[in-house]
């Protein structure tokens, strides 16, 4: 589902497309996309995800999205462990407190709720924005010529623009 909605894209053009058009629809959805696809993970809520990863070895790890909402259950070689022998925080990392987690291929398993109820208005805005560049490109045409007239289309609309790359940032998943 796209981030931003029409009333959203027409208040960036100044305009009044339909809420059915297909156009407008297309680009928030394309938009929504590319600002997903350049975060790196799901922004909106994911509610009660399975993920099944590698154990390291160590006290903690790092959930690959965030931020966490809750951890529902964690599995170790396929044994739920109680909820009081570890912790964890917004940020996804996993702590347990008296061990460690094994050191084994895919010998944990977590059931966690992670992202925005609420997608946050700047991510919106730039949904918005760039779904605009998008609406306004013409389709297939990179130059038109008219009897003695010509015009080049730039095509440039359809990436992020640096400064909205710094807007998202802050919600990309860092994992050094």
């Not at 099944?52 to 959930?63: E, P, Q, R």
């Amino acid at each position: 589902m796209a981030f931003a909605t029409i009333a959203d894209l027409n208040a960036v053009l100044r305009a009044s497309i339909a809420g059915n058009d297909a156009a407008g629809l297309a680009a928030l959805e394309t938009a929504t996309n590319i600002v997903e696809g350049y975060i790196g993970q799901p922004v909106e809520l994911v509610t009660d995800d399975v993920i099944i990863f590698d154990g390291n070895g160590k006290s903690t790890f790092i959930l690959p999205c965030w931020p966490v909402t809750d951890v529902t259950e964690i599995q170790v070689d396929g044994e739920v462990i109680e909820d009081d022998t570890y912790e964890w925080s917004f940020s996804g990392e996993v702590i347990r407190l008296q061990s460690v987690w094994p050191k084994t291929l895919r010998a944990i398993q977590v059931e966690y709720t992670h992202g925005y109820a609420v997608v946050p208005h700047v991510i919106v805005n730039v949904v918005a924005n760039l779904a605009a560049r998008i609406y306004a490109i013409p389709v297939a045409a990179k130059q038109e010529s008219i009897g003695g007239y010509s015009v080049t289309y730039s095509g440039g609309g359809l990436g992020l623009q640096v400064a909205e790359t710094f807007i998202l940032d802050p919600y990309k998943r860092n994992i050094a």
